[in-house]
């Protein structure tokens, strides 16, 4: 298996401050006005007009999921999928049981594992790193055959950028300096396995690859699904910590608090706690997610009433699938096609 690129616990120490728990603690950019506006599903559509929209947007000839086939896309509920779909193109096609390479959708999955080892309660250092934030951002490659302290020992892994420290920037060092500073750092890929599946949910199909906090992530759609079903149930403290702590990510934007965002200079979102928040002002609907590099997309709609996927395998995947996923999401809650 090759390593990954640019993939970018217990309280960290006795004696910090810890976080009280709960699920605000809005930034002051902004982002509290445009949660306000934030659009929820039309009540009044039927779930068959919701699912021949989102069918003809993910078959569309014409959009931007034209240009990624094959791909699988679900689209679901609290308790279940409500519509799904398996487009094909080039190569094998996708399935809910095809197992792919998460890459920074592991960046949900290893922030909700904190939260629920802890209870909820984070201290300031644990938000640096689950926000990246933290100045550790020189991660590069990590390979199967490593611990996670081996990983983050690994070529220039764990180089800490003073400069970057408290700014954001998008890099898998900040989850793997705190993976290590949590105590698993011994931990193999699949002793990390167990210790992360034990918290977030036993039986789920998700594993990792590599030890790679923040990007090392493997499983199928149907599994990632329920551990999104799990947030939206509130089964995970994640559910009520979902756009909590929300912070400026773009540079353009706000040069003075962040550095490197893997988004169009065009949109500025923010991040929460190991997830964004999808709230461009002239093209953000308040989504909650966590793209990956090769082409996995995962969302919860802010309202937390429905979740979908786009999920696939590419190279320089990230925005595309993000682009075909939110016109599907769009026309799911909208019922028209798009």
Known sequence: MK???????????????????????????????????????????P????????????????????NIAPFYWEVGGRNGALASGSRT?????YTAGSGMNLASASKWIYSAYTLQRQAGALSEADLKHLQLRSGYTHFGVCYPYQTVR????????????????????????????????????TKDRKELTDE?????????????????????GYGTPRGYAEFLRRMMRDELVMGSWLGSHPICTNPNVCPDQAVRSPNPD???????????????????DGAYSSPGS??????????????GLVAREAE?????????????????MSGTAH
């Open 3 to 45: 390593g990954l690129s640019r993939c970018g616990g217990a309280a960290l120490a006795v004696g910090v401050t810890v976080l009280v728990v709960g699920c605000g603690g809005g930034g002051s950019d902004g982002a509290a006005d445009l949660a306000a506006q934030r659009p929820v599903a039309q009540a009044d559509v």
């Open 47 to 66: 779930l068959s007009v919701r699912k021949a929209a989102a069918t003809r947007t993910a078959n569309s000839t014409t959009n931007a999921c034209a």
């Open 89 to 93: 193109g080039p190569g094998a096609a």
């Open 150 to 185: 081996g990983c983050l020992n690994y070529a220039d892994n764990s180089l800490y950028e003073p400069a970057h420290d408290g700014l954001f920037v998008y890099d898998g060092g900040h989850m793997q300096k705190h993976a290590v500073m949590a105590g698993l750092g």
């Open 196 to 216: 992360v599946m034990a918290q977030i949910g036993p039986g789920l199909p998700l594993q990792y690859g590599v030890p790679a906090l923040a990007g090392g």
């Open 266 to 284: 065009s949109e500025s979102w923010h991040y929460s706690v190991g997830h964004w928040i999808e709230d461009d002002p002239v093209v953000g």
């Open 294 to 307: 090769k082409g996995f997309y995962p969302w919860i709609d802010a309202g937390k009433q429905f979740y």
């Open 316 to 332: 320089f995947g990230y925005f595309p699938s993000v682009s075909c996923g939110r016109l599907i999401r769009t026309a799911w």
